[in-house]
């Protein structure tokens, strides 16, 4: 099923490609380049290693994606809510992306995809630098799911320039506290009905604090 978002993601991005090329004298339309990331690690400090990266299910979804095996867990809890809370996974193609080897690069945090420590959800309604926005409900939503992970997650509604469908580690490998919550998702995961976002209610007085006070330090 093609969503309106879809539909004005893809007038939006034809209109961006225009807005990238140029014409020279006597030749056709180029569009500019993206530059190749470099590093070893992406720009969370992740290792880029594809020895690390399985294809992992989204729960409920029925789709797949491949991510970071230490990574896999926490951003799957991001995918499982978004799935049947903001908007599900099943709406449109190409919905769920996560590591990939292309090296090149809108923005820095990009990079995270090559250590396979980013998903984009419904990328191509919510592109990078993308006007559309997304309805109070849907960020209410957003904003509790990043509240699970601890502040050990990133939208990209918070990043420059924006893509709000994005979301990435955002700890050391080697963080004790990421990986705290990756077993604490994990568990989650294993055991469905458990843990914020199964029942609980995101508009919640102390919910929302929460929330609020992880806004203000990620904004």
Known sequence: MITRRDLLSTATGLVGAAALTTVGVGGPAHA??????????SANGWPIDPGAVAVFPVSGAARTVALHRDAAAV?????RRWHYEV????EGRHTVTGHTTDRRVAADWESNHLSGTAI????????????????????LIVRDILADCAGLVRWGADLTPAKLSHFQIDAAPDSRAFQRIAAQVG?????????PGNG?????PDRRA???RLERAQA
């Open 200 to 204: 609980a209610d995101p508009l919640a």
């Open 87 to 90: 908007q599900p996974l099943t």
């Open 187 to 195: 568990g989650w995961e294993r055991h469905p009905g458990q843990g």
């Open 75 to 79: 951003l799957l809890h991001v995918a």
């Open 210 to 212: 929460k929330a609020r």
């Open 32 to 41: 500019a380049p993206r530059p190749g990331w470099r590093g070893a690690v």
């Open 120 to 139: 984009c959800l419904h990328p191509h309604a919510w592109p990078i630098g993308g006007a559309e926005s997304m309805g109070r409900r849907e960020k």
